[in-house]
């Protein structure tokens, strides 16, 4: 607090002291009249004097101190509030938790379904009532899928021709499997939790390759590239060593303090640019007060995203949108200064 705003609070204490304290002239009318009778009575006069002044002097005291004690709390609260509307940078980010699963092929996942599936039929057969095992191919199916990955560098043709092969040889077994479920005596089905977990999930891997092979195509909805985790999806990254990432998409929000909080997980891509808003607002929660600057990909600078954060006094530390201003006598300085500052606010953006 400076000067003024001293001067200020001793004026108000001052004018709160006249206000309250009686007047002068009923205590020297009070004080005559007791001399006066006290005359008359034969007692002392000095005493009743001192009491009188004492109790005065006491109570402006105590005046004095409860005002000054409640003005210098409000001006220092509202000079508090005032300081930390904004406060500390917050970064923002999203990356990709990789799962340790082996990279998919379609090739792969086929021939990975086809010998579990033989695996099930030789559980299924021992409980059935067959006398002779059904065929399955599985030497054939073998040495077929063998011959193509075995090649440094097999073409187009060759994976299409290997994918369809696999494909039937599967769709064998799932008729096979189908059959001995039919010719059991009881519908109780004689396999394990993570036999008929498997079961299912190669059910969906038929039926995604068998769309994709028919339509000429590599994608589709919800596409399982892992028998033993069916929830990991793959996830395009973009980037020039790994285009595509396997695992769990996470939202993250770190502050200067290093504490990092996870605002969004999912096995699904989602464009991380909508969680802006939100992690804003949990930051506020958690800390009383907005961020002075949110430093972020430019993946974060939508207009919706601008807005919100021009609307609560926040600096997005990223390029404007629109045309570069052009440089001139006038501005040229401060175009130098927040060329600066904006490589200084991605440095910080790189511990994420």
Known sequence: MGID????????????????????TSTHDKTGSDRTSTEFSGHN????????????????????????NVAEEDVIDNATSESIQHQGCLILDATVTEQAIRFPTDLGLLNESREITEQLI??????????????????????????????????PKKIRKGIKEQRQYLHRNL????????????????????????????????????????????????RIVSIHQPHVRPIMRGKLNKAVEFGAKISVSLTKQGIAKV????????????????????????????????????????QKNRAYLKSNAIRYAGKA??????????????????????????????PI
């Open 263 to 302: 605002d969004h997980i999912g096995w699904n891509a989602f464009n991380e640019s909508t969680d802006l808003e939100a992690q804003v607002e949990a930051y506020r929660q958690r800390y009383g007060y907005y961020p002075e600057v949110v430093v972020a990909d430019p993946i974060y600078g939508t």
């Open 45 to 68: 006069l000095v005493d009743v004097d001192v009491d009188v002044d004492v109790d005065v002097d006491v109570d402006e005291a105590s005046t004095e101190v409860d005002l000054k």
């Open 122 to 155: 030789d559980e299924l057969y021992k409980v059935s009532s067959l006398t002779k095992k059904p065929r399955d191919y599985r030497r054939i199916a073998r040495k077929a899928y063998l011959a193509i990955v075995k090649q440094r560098r097999p073409g």
């Open 175 to 222: 008729s096979t499997i189908e059959s001995l479920l039919n010719g059991l005596p009881n519908r109780a089905i004689p396999l394990s939790p993570k036999r008929l977990k498997q079961y299912w999930v190669i059910q969906h891997i038929y039926r995604q390759q068998d769309e994709m092979y028919r339509h000429k195509t590599h994608r589709c909805d919800d």
């Open 5 to 24: 705003v001293f001067e200020q609070l001793h004026q108000a204490i001052i004018h709160q002291i006249d206000r309250r304290t009686p007047p002068t």
């Open 321 to 350: 949108l629109g045309r570069p201003k052009k440089v001139t006598e006038q501005n040229r300085e401060q175009l130098k200064r927040d060329k600066q500052q904006r490589l200084a606010d991605y440095r910080q953006r790189i």
